[in-house]
């Protein structure tokens, strides 16, 4: 069996970087894995470079988001049975480490995921991130007891899930005295801290202990060896060094401290650990779940004592540490001194750990690992994971309108929100109250939901309230109540026109009708003025839905269609052989385009225009739906014709477009296809995206603003809340009954459907 790691990677000097190096040479070593045909992938910070071993075969950029996809195509490629991952927040790319995420999606080997940080309240996304792997891996595996208690309280992991594997410890040996005395400390009582240094080691309450345990044993030297944190130096430098030091002369200890400042190799720890009468880790809160320099203090038989932190506890009980209080100098002085004053509980106390430490050697922890990959690739043999082709609808949260209701006051909707609460300061405009028209009027059409009901006059007076007397609508108004502008943008115009064409066609009061009719008609001289492709876009939904009510309205089927031609115009002038779109770059809200024109084709029966929006949304799929889920363009840049797709800050307004898209393809043709392609696009809210971050929030129903290159934009503004909401609905109309209808299947070029080309229908 070969198996890949993933993992920071000696000779970065890290934790787990040595924890990766010592656990695939552990795991490789087994009869059951291929030493071989496996491999390493290893995380490489900023900024650095390294001489990595052989065994690592792939490098990860921390920061760089393509090269995790590109890992894992290496992976998948490579023959390996099984993939073990080191995860720590901290040593992958993104906002708390979230690009790790798009990684183990793409993998196509089962999973094993040991995790260093178990946190007992983690962040939004620490929390999201861990309960992801926790469902994406077969098996996780933890050090301590109580990681398994918080998996399954806080982050939901089944038992069954949960393995607990102790860290493992070097098996190197030395002999005491020898090493006492090459050390130079064969006559000196020595106390030991080594690792990071960094404020939460709490060095200091050491120090405080430390006078009145010399003034009765004038021979004890503390040794603190470690260099500081590579996160500390970056943001502090050595000011917490420094502050040690002062406090060693302040106090008179000069003789009784010593200063290590460096890296040490495992063979010099394991001197020193074997050298010391007492290791310490007077670590200031509760809060760690793995502690790799307690486990090699105590797997090489020292009488530790500690802060009662999580590993810590477990790990110290049974005889083999002492426990004393955060900060309590006091109690660690008096524990010194009894322990000093009585060597026979030391002698006690080293032998219980060093019994332990018989039972944690990396070569019996290696062995429990390779038993579980062995597991886990059997039971994926047994059990292979079959697509489903058919969406499961449980997985759709229940419609809810908590964070429009927050968001929405008597005057209308606020366009923009600081995380989940409204903010006042950008007020209102006429975009978002049209899209909050658009919502709960299909959400009262489909769920007769009473809060939807009860907004749509508030949106239908916003939109009403903005209307210039030329038809025209202002669009930004301040929080007092002012408007901003004189006339707002044509876009925020054609989705006006498309909010009031659908008041039009589904208002459920007459009085919402006669308004909608008033403000669609007044409207109506501007359509031909207008320049913007999209404004025509949003413009031919408004009259879709009133002609879909009024069919016998010739005269606004005919400027449906002199609407239509001029988008085919556009179409026309910026159609070449491998680019098959409206202009010369992807911008926003792209999925409108092809809509449009499929809406426009369906109306009026115009085959031209259904090409048109059938090649144009082949063209969209092509460069959006490539990895088997939704991509969206992003803002940063777009998709110009000679350059390359932007990746990140995709927008929700982006996504509804594209269900929307293709829902209109899958009612034209009743091709299940489309319908596969609506709730891939739909899925791209709920984590199926280029991070697999949900942009959904379940606690406040509200929906993040932008899928950005480190994560979730977390501000739950009207436009993006409401884009969840539209595209939302039109996956549940998918539900009520299937399209009945004879799919007609055609070729043109890149597209899903066939029929004559572009060219010869244009002719």
């Not at 008179?252 to 495992?266: H, I, P, T």
């Not at 932190?309 to 209080?325: Q, T, V």
Request: glycine share 6%.
């Amino acid at each position: 069996m070969k198996v890949a790691l993933i993992g920071t990677y000696k000779p970065r000097q890290c934790g787990i970087g040595s924890f990766s190096k010592d656990l695939f040479d552990a795991v490789t070593a087994s009869n059951v894995i291929d030493a071989k045909g496996s491999f390493v992938v290893a995380i490489t910070d900023p900024g650095s470079t390294y001489e990595y071993p052989p065994e690592v075969q792939c490098i990860i950029n921390q920061d760089d988001h393509d090269t995790y996809l590109e890992a894992a195509e290496f992976i998948n490629r490579s023959g390996v049975d099984a993939c073990v991952v080191q995860h720590e927040y901290g040593i992958f790319g993104g906002q708390n480490g979230v690009y790790i995420l798009s990684l183990l999606h793409s993998l196509e080997v089962p999973v094993i995921s040991t995790f260093h940080t178990v946190l007992k309240k983690p962040s939004y996304n620490e929390l999201f991130i861990l309960k992801e792997i926790a469902k994406i891996a077969q098996r996780v595996v933890v050090m301590a007891d109580k990681a398994v208690e918080l998996l399954q309280q806080i982050y939901e992991v089944p038992l069954e899930k949960i393995d607990m594997i102790p860290h493992g410890v070097p098996d190197i040996r030395y002999e005491r005295m020898e090493v006492r005395n090459e050390l130079g400390l064969a006559d000196r009582k020595v106390l030991l801290t080594f690792g990071f240094i960094g404020r939460n080691k709490g060095i200091e309450t050491v120090l405080s202990a430390l006078p009145e345990v010399a003034e009765k044993h004038p021979d004890v030297l503390y040794i603190i060896l470690g260099k500081t944190h590579p996160n500390v130096i970056k943001h502090s430098g050595e000011e917490y060094r420094l502050f040690l030091h002062r406090m060693v002369k302040k106090l008179g200890l000069q003789d009784n401290v010593m200063f290590l400042n460096r890296y040490a190799s495992q063979q010099e720890l394991f001197k020193y650990l074997s050298a010391s009468d007492i290791y310490l880790t007077p670590y200031l809160n509760e809060v760690q779940i793995t502690s790799g320099t307690l486990s090699y203090a105590v797997g090489v038989g020292a009488p530790v004592i500690s802060t009662p932190y999580w590993h810590a506890a477990e790990l110290l009980a049974g005889g083999r540490g002492m426990l004393f209080g955060f900060n309590d100098s006091r109690q660690l002085s008096g524990m010194l001194l009894d322990l000093f004053n009585h060597p026979e509980k030391l002698g006690v106390m080293r032998a219980e750990a060093k019994q332990y430490g018989e039972a944690v050697t990396w070569p019996k922890i290696g062995e429990r690992y390779a038993s579980l990959l062995q597991q886990v690739v059997e039971r994926a043999s047994l059990n292979p994971v079959k697509p489903d082709p058919a969406f499961d609808r449980s997985i759709l949260p229940p419609l809810k309108l908590d964070h429009l209701e927050r968001l929405t006051d008597s005057t209308g909707i606020f366009q923009h929100a600081t995380y989940g609460i409204p903010n006042y300061h950008e007020g209102y405009c006429l975009d978002d109250n049209a899209r909050a028209l658009l919502m709960t009027l299909m959400a009262y059409r489909r769920t007769k939901n009473e809060i939807a009901l009860r907004y749509i006059p508030t949106y239908l007076a916003y939109i009403h309230y903005a209307q210039n007397d030329d038809g025209t609508f202002r669009n930004f108004m301040s929080f007092n109540r002012n408007f901003l502008d004189k006339v707002g943008s044509e876009d925020a115009f054609g989705r006006a026109i498309w909010a009031i064409g659908y008041a039009m066609a589904h208002a459920p009061k007459d009085a919402y009708f006669q308004v909608a009719r008033s403000v669609f008609f007044k409207a109506v001289p501007q359509f031909e003025r207008l320049q913007s492709i999209r404004a025509i876009a949003n413009t031919i939904f408004g009259l879709y839905h009133y002609l879909k009510s009024n069919p016998s309205d010739d005269g606004m089927m005919e400027l449906t269609r002199k609407l239509a031609v001029r988008l085919h115009r556009e179409y026309q002038a910026y159609r070449r052989a491998d680019w098959h779109w409206f202009e010369s770059l992807l911008a926003y809200d792209n999925a409108l385009l092809p809509l449009a024109m499929l809406r426009a084709g369906e109306l009026l029966n115009d085959e031209t225009f259904l090409q048109v929006g059938f090649e144009s949304m082949a063209f969209l799929e092509k460069h959006t739906m490539r990895k088997g889920h939704l991509s969206l363009v992003g803002n940063e840049g777009w998709f110009k014709q000679d350059g390359l797709p932007a990746r990140f800050d995709q927008q929700p307004v982006d996504a509804m477009a594209t269900v929307l898209l293709f829902l209109q393809a899958y009612n034209l043709t009743g091709d299940p296809y489309y319908l596969q392609l609506v709730y891939t696009a739909f899925m791209w809210f709920l984590g199926e995206n280029d991070l697999r971050l949900s942009l959904y929030d379940f606690e406040t129903g509200g929906c993040c603003d932008g899928l950005e290159k480190d994560g979730v934009n977390r501000n739950q503004g009207a436009e993006s809340t409401l884009a969840y909401l539209i595209a939302y609905l039109a996956v549940q109309q998918t539900f009520e009954k299937p399209v009945e209808r004879s799919a007609k299947t055609v070729v043109y070029e890149d597209s899903h459907i066939s029929a004559d080309s572009l060219a010869d229908a244009a002719s």
